[in-house]
């Protein structure tokens, strides 16, 4: 069984996943850029040099 990822800068369950230039980390609902609450849950996108994505 696959253990859920946990935000990086609490103890919360992580939303999804952010790379903002050179910072990434999983991140919960309350740490997660506006960008990555804006996408559906499973959806990805690239910025330039930002990946985010949403998990399902």
Not at 16 to 27: L, P
Not at 29 to 48: C, F, M, N, S, V
């Amino acid at each position: 069984m696959a253990e859920r990822a946990k935000c990086e800068y609490c103890v919360k369950d992580a939303i999804g996943f952010q790379s903002i230039e050179s910072d990434f980390a999983y991140v919960c609902q309350d740490h997660a850029d506006r960008l990555l609450l804006a996408l559906k849950p499973g959806e990805k996108t690239i910025y330039g040099v930002c990946v985010l994505e949403r998990f399902s």
